[in-house]
């Protein structure tokens, strides 16, 4: 109580054991399993046709699905995680591939790999705010800075930056050829850092700033065919799959190491455990490797049965869990990492599709429908004028004090009020003809919490 490089730290403090949320494309819905338990809670929710990226927001609240909807302009499918519900389809452009969303729950992103474009959502409204023409063909992936100031899409020859800010292109950043994937860190040796494994020359492009301007530096892989890559949670150690080699590569405070891993033919997918102490790579010969950090003792996971194909992993907040999606079959897998052990297979889903995605998020925070209001004061001194915010709401029996939150995805906190005092906060020196949102959450003696509503001010 973390899916590619960012989400991970938020969930336990907010929630309760996290949800596995699997996207399965055939049967075309989602199925949502309790991480604490390992079993399914919600079998089927039927979404678009051809399912292929699913994220959650940090709040736990929304899930959002890219489906490629053949042979037409692609959707994406937004999920109430409370109700289990289709909430909103929004139409992006076509062939959208992986989605992702940044920490604050602002914004999301999804590229559409048909008409070369990146398609940007406003999670709080829900509407498509922008359509991109990005440099480069086909992409199916993008990387969001931790700090959700900076998202990169890799494609073709290049990596485009789009900063969250202005939603518009900053710079297209020149690369080898076709990387695929690429991983952001702030705390590269240089600071920001993306790292871009360009698929047909053996080598990764390294991309750092210097007074704001994008520089690069080419590093080898350490294999044949880079494909995918993985970080560290401290930012120095960059691990990248040779698809051709069938081993790993470690490039470290930006030198390559004389060394690689080896694991399963032609590697598909890895991750790094949020605690760092180990690595998950998928493999095409159905097998998945594990390697120890430091040391890089490699065990191979299994067996699984035949005709199963892992490839999609994601970890539990915790590092305890490794979840597979199996694409031979309708089940997911859970690798227990404290022994690598494997459970037996989970079915998702309608029983007939094939999980090609996962996200983890938290139990969302049940809303008990009170009412929040609030108004602008100002309150006139000689030489200034202070305009308060006052917000008010309605009792929740159970509740001990309430959180005052600034944002939905309840990580500004305001401030807290007793349950014993009066229902009300007042938000000091907000600027003029500024609009302010406000969340108001009732806990009581158990920590539980109850969102009671929110408002805008003025």
């Known amino acids: 109580m973390k899916a590619f490089l960012l989400f991970y730290f938020l969930f336990s403090t907010l929630f309760s054991a996290p949800f596995l949320y699997v996207a399965i494309s055939g049967s075309n819905d989602v199925c949502v399993i309790d991480t604490a338990t390992d079993t399914v809670v919600v079998q089927s929710i039927p979404v678009d046709p051809l399912p292929q990226s699913i994220a959650v927001t940090a709040n736990g609240r929304k899930c959002y699905v890219s489906c490629l909807v053949a042979g037409a302009i692609g959707t994406v499918v937004v999920i109430d995680n409370f109700t289990h519900t289709v909430t909103k389809t929004l139409t992006v452009g076509m062939q959208p591939r992986m989605i992702a ?73 020149p690369t080898g050829s076709f990387p695929n994937y690429c991983a952001v860190t702030l705390t590269g040796p240089n600071g920001l850092e993306i790292y871009a494994p360009n698929l047909f020359d053996n080598n990764v492009t390294d991309i750092f700033y210097v007074a704001g301007v994008p520089m690069t530096m080419t590093i080898g892989s350490g294999g044949m065919r880079p494909t995918f890559p993985a970080l560290t949670p401290d930012g120095k150690s960059l691990y990248v799959t040779n698809r051709m080699s069938n081993d790993v590569g470690l490039i470290l405070n930006n030198m390559l190491q004389g060394m690689t891993i080896p694991v399963g033919t032609g590697p598909m997918y890895m991750i790094i455990l949020p605690d760092g102490s180990k690595g998950y790579v998928s493999s095409s010969n159905e097998t998945v490797t594990s390697f120890t950090i430091p040391g890089h003792a490699t065990t191979t996971i299994g067996p699984f049965s035949l005709g199963e194909s892992p490839n999609f992993l994601i970890s539990t907040p915790d590092s305890l869990k490794v979840y597979v999606c199996d694409e031979g079959g309708s089940n997911v897998r859970v690798i227990d990492t404290m022994t690598d052990s494997l459970s037996l297979p989970i079915l998702v889903g309608s029983g007939v599709g094939v999980p090609v995605s996962a996200a983890i998020g938290g139990t969302p925070i049940p809303n008990v429908n009170g009412t929040v209001s609030g108004t602008q004061v100002k309150n006139r001194f000689l030489t200034q004028t202070d305009l308060i915010n006052v917000i008010n709401w309605t009792a929740s029996p159970s509740a001990v004090n309430y959180q005052i939150f600034r944002n939905e995805s309840l990580t500004d906190l305001a401030g807290s009020v007793s349950a014993e005092g009066p229902l009300e906060f007042q938000d000091h020196n907000r600027i003029k003809n500024q609009i302010y949102s406000y969340y108001v959450e009732a806990v009581d003696e158990n920590g539980d919490r109850l969102l009671i509503g929110n408002t805008s001010v003025p």
């Open 101 to 173: 969303i940044t920490p604050d729950d602002k914004y999301a992103y999804v590229v559409n790999q048909a008409d070369n474009s990146v398609s940007i959502i406003d999670v709080a409204a829900d509407t498509v705010i922008n359509n991109l023409m990005i440099m480069g063909n086909s992409p199916i992936s993008l990387a969001i800075s931790s700090d959700s100031q900076q998202v990169y899409i890799p494609a073709a020859s290049n990596v485009t930056q789009i900063p969250t800010a202005t939603n518009t292109i900053a710079n297209t950043i």
